[in-house]
């Protein structure tokens, strides 16, 4: 049997998805900003796909969506864009991460430090929860946004972004939102939220195609343009537009946000089967109390198992799951999480990330429960650390 319990790396592509892609590959290929009818005959399904995705973000026409490739991308793009408009000229000095976003963002926070950029590292507590009254205690007259991502990619923590919005808003302080993990899982409707300046969002997150994604900017909010050439994206991005990506981005987006009436339930139904059986494993741990996390994930800790270990076992048995984000999966290192929870070392090494998705099935779960406790009794067997730990009885 195959299990794929890795959704918060990536998702398949949904049928539906495929179908809408398919005829712009060798069909409907033209060039929007061309004007014979090659062109003129997919403006509409631009048309549509875009108001697919302003529903689905419940965005303003107003707002601008521009498609990016990735999310790495968009969060690149904002901080960058950031120092460019409001740092450079010495108007603003510095902004606000928190410890825990993803690579995207931490690696570029600390490229804008080595160009003077005054960052900060919001903490997030022991159950790995942002409390949204410390970013009033970080922001300064200097302050020229603050990036805090919405559901964290390892835990699956939801982070309290209206209330961190409504801070910054009040504040005047730019607001950006990483709602990569958020999509599908939470509704967003971006009308409501006035606080949130910008988001970034990712279709492969979400049962959409790879390499494409999207910006939100909020109407009144300057950007500097991304990559300079032709007017497409409003002059934000040129470069001839990827047609099929964001139709089958539309799509996706459509299908996301009605899962959440009806296939949610199913995967949190899952996901808790799933966490109370790992958790009647002697000595395993999950940190993120699960009514403040997306339903779809679960990060716990096996003490004395190496987490690579364990996902070696799993792979042999057809399961794919997770130690941390797939970006920085080549090293070998703790989980992030873990490490900024202030987790003892031998914890934040042995973490493993299930993450579900509306395909996954109870067939697969049930499958899952038995081979993660048949990983743990071998692991821990060959354990030289496990027997003597002082937190169990099992000498
Ligand atoms: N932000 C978060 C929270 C993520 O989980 C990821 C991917 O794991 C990214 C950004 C990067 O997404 P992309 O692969 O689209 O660049």
């Not at 990016?68 to 450079?88: G, H, P, Q």
């Not at 950029?117 to 007259?141: F, H, M, Q, W």
């Not at 309290?160 to 899982?185: M, R």
């Amino acid at each position: 049997m195959r299990v794929y319990l890795d959704n918060n790396a990536t998702t398949k592509v949904d049928e539906q998805v495929k179908r809408v892609m398919e005829p712009f590959l060798c069909e409907r290929f033209g060039n929007p900003n061309s004007l014979h009818d090659y062109a003129k005959e997919i403006i509409p399904d631009i048309k549509y796909a875009y108001e697919q995705i302003y529903m689905g973000f419940g965005a303003n026409k107003k707002d601008s969506i521009v498609m990016t490739s990735c999310a790495t991308e968009s969060n690149n793009w904002i901080l960058k864009s950031v120092y460019f408009r409001d740092i450079m000229s010495g108007r603003k000095d510095h902004i606000i991460v928190s410890e825990v976003e993803h690579p995207s963002i931490i690696a570029t926070a600390k490229f804008l430090e080595t160009l003077g950029v005054k960052v900060s590292y919001l903490p997030i507590n022991s159950e790995g929860l942002i409390d949204a009254s410390t970013v009033r205690d970080y922001i300064t007259p200097k302050t020229a946004l603050v990036s805090i991502m919405w559901v964290n990619n390892e835990t699956g923590a939801i982070f309290p972004i209206e209330e961190i919005s409504q801070i910054c808003k009040e504040n005047n302080v730019l607001f950006h939102t990483d709602a990569v993990q958020a999509v599908g899982k939470i509704k967003i409707n971006l009308e409501l939220l006035q606080g949130v300046d910008f988001l970034t969002f990712s279709a492969h997150k979400f049962h959409g195609p790879k390499g494409v994604g999207g910006l939100f900017i909020r109407s009144g909010r300057e950007v500097t343009p991304l990559f300079h050439g032709g007017a497409q994206m409003g002059g934000l991005r040129s470069g001839t537009i990827n047609v099929g990506a964001i139709a089958g981005m539309g799509k996706a987006i459509e299908l996301a946000v009605d899962s959440i009436d009806f296939d949610y339930p199913d995967v949190i139904e899952l996901r808790d089967q799933l966490e109370d059986e790992i958790l009647k494993i002697e000595d395993t741990f999950v940190v993120t109390p699960r009514e403040k996390r997306v339903g779809s994930t679960l990060l716990v800790s096996f003490r004395g198992i190496e987490g690579e270990s364990m996902l070696w076992d799993l792979n042999k048995a057809g399961i794919a799951a997770s130690t941390g984000s797939a970006c920085a999966s080549e090293d070998l290192e703790s989980n992030p999480v873990m490490e900024a929870i202030g987790a003892e070392a031998d914890l934040a090494h042995t973490a493993i990330r299930f993450s579900l998705s509306r395909y996954t099935t109870k067939m697969e779960i049930d499958y899952t429960i038995e081979e993660v406790k048949k990983a743990v009794k071998r692991l821990r067997e060959i354990s030289s650390s496990y027997a003597y730990t002082p937190h169990t009885e099992k000498k």
